[in-house]
Nanobody, 119 residues
Framework: QVQLVESGGGLVQPGGSLRLSCAAS????????MNWYRQAPGKEREWVAT???????NYRDSVKGRFSISRDNGKNTVYLQMNSLKPDDTAVYYC?????????????WGQGTQVTVSS
C-alpha cells in the first residue's frame, strides 16, 4: 500500500521559514514525480511545486524565489523549503506522488500538514 506522510508544518511569523517533509513508502520512489499542493480555507487546492525523477523542477509563480523543492531518493523523501513566508501562504500542504505502472498513472496523496503564517 502506497503511503505518503507529511510533516514539518506549524505556526510561523511572516518572513519566517519552514521545511516540510513527505516520506513515501509502499512503492518505488526514485522513478516517481513528486509534487506539493496546498489548500487555503475556502479555496480550491492549488499546485505549488514539482520535481521529476530526473530532477526537473517547476514552481507556481507566487512562490518562485521563496520556496525550494528537493528529494532524497535514498530516504524516499521529498522536501519543500519555504522561506520569506507570507500570510497568503497559510494553507494545508499536501504532497502527491505520480507514478506510472504498466502504462497506468496512479496519483497518491498524503494527509496534509497545516502551515499558518501569522504574527
Amino acid at each position: 500500500q502506497v503511503q505518503l506522510v507529511e510533516s514539518g508544518g506549524g505556526l510561523v511569523q511572516p518572513g519566517g521559514s519552514l521545511r516540510l517533509s513527505c516520506a513515501a513508502s509502499g512503492s518505488i520512489f526514485s522513478t516517481a514525480t513528486m509534487n506539493w499542493y496546498r489548500q487555503a480555507p475556502g479555496k480550491e487546492r492549488e499546485w505549488v511545486a514539482t520535481i521529476t525523477s530526473g530532477g526537473n523542477i517547476n514552481y507556481r509563480d507566487s512562490v518562485k524565489g521563496r520556496f525550494s523543492i528537493s528529494r532524497d531518493n535514498g530516504k524516499n523523501t521529498v522536501y519543500l523549503q519555504m522561506n520569506s513566508l507570507k500570510p497568503d501562504d497559510t494553507a494545508v500542504y499536501y504532497c502527491m506522488k505520480i507514478e506510472v505502472i504498466r502504462g497506468v498513472q496512479r496519483n497518491t496523496w498524503g494527509q496534509g500538514t497545516q502551515v499558518t503564517v501569522s504574527s
